[in-house]
């Protein structure tokens, strides 16, 4: 069969399919299971077939779009919280991985350039952090504490205001992304720029790893959350520019929506993050090395696991489950 004509006959049973998905319009988990398994059986149909062709993408998240739908019709998980984090977040970042992917890509190549044109401007450093903030990083590095800013203050204070300031961040990099994800893309270039060039001043000034040890305690799971948050608004950003088969308000309140869901899944993060910061980082250079290395492999596992690694893992469990429901 011809593509033009593949698609011809299924174009209707595709986009009914499509609403009532969108719109949760379904009676029951078997109705939308039934379903769910032609879908299945059309995209492969399609991936043998016509392997380059566009309609495999659609298919692909149409597809799921409804393992989220029919997981949530389950009865084995009345716990919404725990649900939540459990289930609904690890398949939007399924569906949704390719934006993970971009905000990361993006999040290297702007952190690149900060290293490059730290090295290549010797007063570039200056111009992103200020005169006051470099002196004083200068002298913590004359009196052998490169990282001593993070002693300053209470712990409950440093707590307290780094956490309420990394939330204000990652919620500003979101909604910024209804310019298109324009907006979201200019905050991910303003962090990144300052973590690339202060990185490059510590390699400049022969304390590197020392700031590694230190900044990276509270910083991998404070990025990477960030980054996550970045993903986010570029989803609402898509939604606007990119609405497919729905209007475009539709398609907005839809990521919008989903957006909301990812930022708030970055929250445990960001609150640990700066918990961190407050409490732990400020004895980096005093605790053994193979402790504060420790730390942040630990801390870094744990959120690439989450957002990387367990989406796909849900993603098959629920595959599986669907096969005793339709047999």
Known sequence: MREVAFIKQNKEKWLSFETAVFNNDF?????????????????????????????????????????????????????????????????????????????????????????????NDGEFVRSILGDEYVNMTLENIEAGNPVAVYKSGSNWGSFIGITVNNLRVGIIA???GVFGGLGTVYILFKNCI????????????????????????????EIFAIVIEAAAGLILGASILFPGTHSRFTSFKHGAKTGIKIVISTFPFTFFAGFLEGFITRYSQEMPKMISVGIILVTLGCISYYYLIYPFLVTKKLKEKLIPIVA
């Open 27 to 119: 009676k029951n988990p078997d109705e939308l299971a039934s379903q769910y398994i032609q879908l299945i059986n059309d995209l492969s149909y399609a991936q043998t077939y016509y392997p380059k062709s566009k309609v495999i993408t659609y298919l692909n998240q149409l597809a799921a779009k409804a393992f989220q739908k029919i997981y949530k019709t389950k009865r084995e998980d009345r716990n919404r919280i725990v649900a939540f984090w459990k289930t609904e977040v690890p398949l939007i970042m399924y569906q949704y991985r390719k934006f993970v992917y971009i905000a990361f890509i993006i999040f290297t190549l702007f952190t690149t350039i900060g290293v490059i044109s730290a090295a």
């Open 194 to 221: 300052m973590l690339g060039s202060f990185q490059y001043f510590f390699y400049e000034k022969n304390v590197f790893w020392e700031s590694v040890r230190g900044i990276w305690i509270h910083g991998s799971m």
């Open 174 to 176: 979101f909604i910024l």
